[in-house]
């Protein structure tokens, strides 16, 4: 029997993981990684909590997730290689031409 | 005949339109010829209408005539009509034929100047309004013609409005009778409302029925009414408009501010007397403040070295001797000075201007000099003009009608002797001021260059207002020298009969008196110098502040002037708005702040997203 404060703990420690990559990271691809990991993280305290309360809602919410990740991946990178012939790198802080000009 | 009266003030008003219309295409000698020919035909009308009323007057010498309803409502209603009486026919005479006579001057005199068919076009739609005022039969009409005056004359005191104290000069005279005018304008709600009509005959009848002599109702109604008056008619305390008003073309100041105008008040006053009967305080203030007002301009009269400024101070100075017959109530005395100062006052400042013509526009009298034998009929025009205004006893019109008022004066139950003593002062100082300039200014050597001549068109005028103000005076004279009552018996249906009441012979040997011993000091001040002295030497503070009009300019300078401005000056930041200037700088600042985050910065907003989610959690956990 595994309790259920591990698989949350871990799953806090992975969004924090994904968020500081998502802050720290320049790169665009990392940062498509990093929300991927942020995402996982909120997958798996769904399988925790339908595990604590005995409900299996929890893993049809992960099939979910999963699911709209794949496809906000797919978009992601579209953006990434759109981005990339104007930018020619993938700096994510030089894309900022739709900034408000002061 | 008679029923043509409408055209009296309408042939004015429709020249005025023509000329306003067309008169820049017409050119100078067709809009000159229609100004004056229209206010000719209106004074050949006037004076038709005049010998048929003397020998046919209409029943109780009263003639109406309703043009048309002007303002319907339940319970009152003002018709715009037009009522004559001997009061208003005389007033319509003197309007129509000396306008028509300062018309022509005028065609002469403003020869050249740019403007010269705007002017005929003020001049024009100047004596509608005036015939208007007089002929109106209700005090709304007549409250038309009140403001349509003031306006003319603020139009053409700054007719040579490219001059910025011109300006100021015509913004001061409308200012000050607005004021009064305001006073005025209460006074007729205050009498619509107690009384339910402002038809004039109305109106009194309806005044005289329900209040009774003295009681507030009147002595208030009326001390309004006078307060529109003065204001007009520039008396003490809203006379300082008076002499800046002579900013404007001369023979302006012939027609408006010496011969029509300023006698509006008294016109206001004679027409309302009945109203005025009830409240013989107010006929008192009337009586004090005239003697104060003649006393004041006439020593002003005497320090001004301006020939115009001299005539405007002496006609606050004679519109005062009308306001003081006023006060003891010698309706036809009042009246009778009206028509011999508008003739002789008329005749000084058209002479004046024509002097001034010939100097190459020069007014001050001590650059003038000698000019008796260069200017003959200036000269003999402004001597009879000043022996008529100094009341030079038996040969000028000026003396029998002062000679009615101060015999009136003195005759009047109040302390009569003491205003008629004030009276008699005036005279001399009248004589002494106006002969001062007579002497400085014909006599001597010779200072200046003369140039040009006469017309016609100048001639014709100052001859004809020359034998007026020798003869006019005849029309009604003292015991002793006829006793000739033609004028106040004609006046007698409109202001009751007039009595020559019987005062101590040393009365009338007095104003006898007065003039010669006025014209005695001039001549021997001329003589010594003392005249041409006091422009070469420091003015002395009494001098200065007699010269400013006894400082009522500078009293209401700190009184008004100061105050407002120093309120305009605070104002002009509009402290009210600033609180709604305030929230349009938050919401400025605010959304520079705001602003200032889009940089365009994922990872900018995505930690801005963190803190918003770690601040909306913590709020949700720890409330």
């Known amino acids: 029997m595994i309790i259920w404060q591990t698989p949350a703990g871990l799953a806090l420690a992975l969004f924090m993981l994904g968020l500081l990559g998502l802050l720290a990271r320049r790169s665009l691809v990392f940062v498509l990684m990093s929300i991927e990991i942020m995402l996982n993280a909120a997958g798996l305290l769904f399988i925790t909590a339908g595990m604590r309360w005995g409900n299996p809602d929890g893993q049809i919410m992960l099939v979910m997730v999963l699911n709209l990740a794949g496809a906000e991946l797919a978009l992601g990178l579209i953006l990434i290689l759109r981005l990339r012939n104007r930018i020619t790198n993938l700096d994510g802080d030089a894309a900022n031409i739709l900034r408000d000009v002061p | ?623």
């Not at chain 2, 100004?35 to 004074?43: E, Q, R």
């Not at chain 2, 206001?268 to 107010?282: D, K, S, W, Y």
């Not at chain 2, 005759?411 to 205003?419: C, H, T, V």
């Open chain 2, 1 to 623: 005949m008679i029923t043509y009266l409408w055209l009296i003030p309408a042939l004015p008003l429709f020249s005025s339109v023509i000329l306003g219309l067309f008169g820049p295409v017409m050119g100078p000698r067709v809009s000159g010829a229609v100004g004056t020919i229209s206010v000719g035909l209106a004074a050949v009308l006037a004076v038709s209408i005049g010998l048929h009323w003397i020998s046919h007057p209409p029943t109780n010498s009263i003639y109406e005539q309703t043009l048309w309803a002007w303002i319907t409502l339940p319970g009152f209603s003002i018709n715009l009509g037009l009522y004559l009486d001997p009061v208003s026919l005389l007033m319509v005479l003197v309007i129509t034929v000396i306008g028509c006579l300062i018309h022509l001057f005028s065609t002469e005199y403003m020869h050249g100047e740019d403007g010269y068919s705007r002017y005929f076009a003020y001049l024009n739609l100047f004596v509608a309004a005036m015939l208007l005022l007089v002929l109106a039969d209700d005090l709304a009409v007549l409250f038309v013609g009140w403001e349509g005056v003031g306006v003319c004359s603020y139009l053409l005191v700054g007719f040579w409005f490219s001059e910025p104290t011109n300006g100021y000069a015509a913004r001061k005279s409308f200012v000050v009778t607005r004021i009064a005018d305001i006073a005025m304008l209460a006074g007729l709600l205050l009498l619509s409302t107690k009384l339910g009509t402002l038809n004039i005959q109305a109106m009194l009848t309806g005044a005289v029925a329900t209040w009774s002599a003295g009681s507030l109702m009147p002595t208030v109604a009326t001390s309004l009414l006078l307060i529109g008056g003065l204001g007009k008619s520039a008396q003490v305390p809203l006379q300082t408009w008076l002499p800046d008003a002579m900013a404007g073309p001369t023979p302006v100041s012939a027609l408006i501010h010496a011969a029509t105008m300023v006698t509006a008040g008294v016109y206001l006053v004679v027409r309302t007397h009945a109203l005025f009967l009830l409240a013989p305080h107010v006929l008192d203030a009337i009586a004090v403040g005239a003697v104060i007002t003649l006393l004041v301009a006439a020593f002003a009269g005497l320090v001004q070295s301006d020939i115009k400024r001299v005539l405007a101070y002496s006609t606050m100075s004679q519109i005062g001797y009308m306001f003081l017959a006023l006060g003891v109530g010698a309706w036809p005395a009042a009246m009778f000075h009206f028509l011999t100062h508008a003739v002789f006052k008329a005749l000084l400042f058209l002479t004046a201007g024509a002097i001034a013509m010939r100097l190459n526009h020069e007014q001050n009298i001590f650059a003038m000099g000698g000019l008796r034998s260069k200017l003959p009929l200036a000269f003999w025009a402004f001597l009879i003009g000043s022996a008529s205004l100094a009341a030079l006893p038996i040969i000028s019109a000026g003396f029998f009608s002062k000679e009615m008022i101060l015999g009136a004066v003195a005759a009047a139950p109040m302390p009569g002797l003491i205003l008629w003593a004030c009276g008699i002062l005036g005279a001399v100082l009248t004589a002494t001021y106006i002969f001062r300039v007579v002497f400085t200014v014909f006599l001597g050597p010779l200072k200046t260059e003369v140039s040009g001549s006469y017309g016609v068109r100048i001639a014709v005028p100052l001859v004809t207002l020359s034998v007026g103000a020798l003869v006019v005076g005849w029309l009604e004279t003292p015991e002793g020298l006829g006793n000739q009552t033609i004028f106040s018996r004609f006046l007698t249906p409109a202001v009751g009969v007039f009595h020559h009441l019987p005062v101590s012979f040393m009365i009338p040997l007095l104003g006898f008196a007065a003039p010669l011993l006025g014209i005695g000091i001039a001549y021997v001040l001329h003589r010594n110098g003392t005249w041409a002295r006091a422009t070469t030497t420091m003015p002395s503070k009494l001098t200065i502040f007699i010269r400013s009009g006894c400082g009522f300019d500078m009293l209401y300078d700190e009184l008004f002037v100061v105050p407002y401005m120093t309120l305009v000056r605070v104002l002009r930041h509009d402290p009210v708005d600033s609180m709604f200037a305030g929230l349009q700088y938050l919401a400025i600042v605010a959304h520079r702040r705001l602003r200032a985050m889009q940089i365009g910065q994922i990872r900018r907003y995505a930690s801005w997203m963190m803190a918003g989610s770690v601040a909306t959690i913590a709020i949700l956990l720890f409330s």
